[in-house]
């Protein structure tokens, strides 16, 4: 039951609205009430082709070879992909944003860094017939030692997951293997502190586990077209991916999505589209690959798993005057959008309460798991979990009622946030006391009388006459402009960096429709040539510079 | 790998069809028959969203043989309206009892049976009735206040 408190902020409200707080109908539920809500699966298609990975054993492994002759001999097998198919093989989820190197290969064929890492993909006739020769596929592996801990994969000497990020971070902005929050000076405060409040706390990765597992359709279509039915919850993020992964103009391809079967996070990697846009573009025929509930379980990105050390400074009565944070984003074994869940967590940081000393050096860190992606206020609800959990530690050591810290510390309408923007529109002290009310704590006659819209600005408004600044994390060798190789690899410089290993050749459409395997023969693409090694983007980089704040390339 | 032929009754109308060698019913109704509205979700009979009726007793669909059915009588959540809404179909509509649609079909037989053979069921046993259906979105309280709104009959079809 919702219940409305209207008696709050009443005079910044109106009141006036038409359909918040009352009861309305999703205009999708009468498809959904008659099973008539057309998923990507309820898509039926004449000669449908399956499609099914070949997946790494091993957490870390080279790949010495893949042989897939006996399986391409086998009842109903049209093709077997490996990643020299695939014309762009390697891709970050951000490059659409400008954010982070390529690093994530389509079909990996040089090693794989975690468990169920695809390596080959088999398009035969049933599904069943794509299962059995999956297994007919003789991958010659040689095994790599693995590293499964955060803290054990930033330690010297640790397995290297990556070429392209030394000691296994991310590489913040070119400049810092972590991302740095820095906003006054927690060691002074920590020296003149009442008390010293330490903190280690650990969430684990979450799979999204939507009932519908992730897949795509895709069939030929007229006019050297292509469409694609898939249960993304980022159409045009795939739509994008798919453009960049296959070499195509984007409008070639005809996407079509919208109804998803839960996505929470887990349907945002785009990991389908490509590979059945390219079956259907080897084979000329509609291709299906989705994943069953165990690949959905293993192989399917979850919500990363994240390590925070938090260490508080605060006076005997309750007042917290600095917060050190030291995090682990378990990346997994590729990028995926980790990298963003900690520019996103550190704007969030030191959670809703003003404290006027804060600190934070927080890493993405690659392991040889599950690469993790998004799920529900990813970056965000591991470190909250981790604060609020500490705001009961601090409350226990200075003896008060937590309800009554959190009243004490959050944040008043007008103070300033450790990145520098004003407070605004706060609330927390309210929920505090309805919070405080229901559970039956009563509270001091201070924190009942408390709002967010008192007390705050003025002193609170300051930021910091002196910031401890460092240079700690320093990283050469980066690009600090961009991170975009747009085909030419203009960053890292350093010795590690791969060659690019993008052959320029898109799959072969299908005009008339190609037999299952012609592709070799086929004819240059259309579309406009790549470009040459190093050089600089040439094309209008102004959609990624208006994400580029959000990243923090842009002077403030 | 011979077909099967398989005549059986879906939702009130005779089918004829081929079930190939080892189908399940989930695709032999899906891919054969042209019914989409039991859903695969796990294929091991663990989440529910194939369930459908045979006989009048749920059963997924995943775990039942093509030919099983045979001779029988198959219901499914697009049979659901004679021909209006089932009250059922209403009351899920009317208190938010579905977000992504995709558990949907199969927690509407499911709810179905337990009314056919109950029709008023208390909390407890509208629970225990869709407790083989995950859900990954609506929590279930939203679910659980539709099916009693239409046992308690507060809902009109």
Known sequence: MIEFRKEFFANERDDDLNEIGKPTRRQDILGHVTGRSPFFDDHQFDG???LRCVRSPHHHARIRRVDASQAEKMPGVVRVLTGKDVPANLNTLLSLLDFGIDDEPILSDKKVAYRGEPVAAVIAATEAQARAAVKAVRVDWEVLPHVLDVEEAIKPGAPKVLDIYPNNKFVYHGKYDHQKLRFGDV?????????????????????????????????????????????????????GTAAKVLQTPSSKLHFVGGTVGGGFGGKVDSIHEPLAILGAMLTGRPVKYAWDREE???????????????KDAVNRDGRITARKFI???????????????????????????????????????????????????????????????????VAETVGLNPIELRILNSYRDGDMKAHRREAKNCALVECCQVVAEKAGVTLSAEAKAATSMTGGGGERARIPNYTATDQNGRVEGFDTGSYARKGGGTSPVSASAP?????????????????????????????????????RPAASRSGAMRFSSLAGFRRR | MAKKPVNFTLNGDARAAFAEDGQNLLEFLRRGVGDMSPKYGCGQGTCGACTVMIDGETQLSCLVLAEAVDGKEVRTASGLPSPALDPLQVAFMENFAAQCGYCTPGMLVSARALLDRNPRPSREEVIEAISGNLCRCTGYETIIQAILAVAEGRVRA
């Open chain 1, 48 to 50: 449908l082709l399956h």
């Open chain 1, 187 to 239: 060691e002074a405060a920590f020296a003149s502190a009442d008390h010293i409040v330490e903190g280690r706390y650990q969430m684990s990765p979450i799979e999204q586990a939507p009932i519908e597992t992730c897949g795509a359709i895709a069939a030929p279509e007229q006019n050297g077209r292509y469409v694609c039915y898939t249960s993304t919850q980022a159409l045009f993020f795939s739509l």
């Open chain 1, 296 to 310: 959905e379980m293993q192989v399917g990105a979850p919500r990363g798993a994240e390590r925070w050390y938090i």
């Open chain 1, 327 to 393: 995090g682990y984003f378990d990346s997994g074994a590729y990028t995926r959008l980790s990298s963003y869940a900690i520019i996103k967590g550190v704007g969030h940081l030191p959670g809703p309460y003003t404290i006027p000393n804060v600190y934070a050096d927080v890493y993405c860190v690659y392991t040889n798991r599950t690469p993790a992606t998004a799920m529900r206020g990813f970056g965000i609800t591991g470190v909250d979990f981790a604060i609020e959990t500490h705001m009961d530690k």
């Open chain 1, 499 to 535: 060659p690019n290993p993008q052959p320029a050749r898109a799959p072969q459409p299908a005009s008339p429709p190609p037999s299952a395997k012609t592709p070799e023969q086929a004819p240059p693409r259309s579309g406009p040539p790549p470009q040459p090694p190093g050089a």
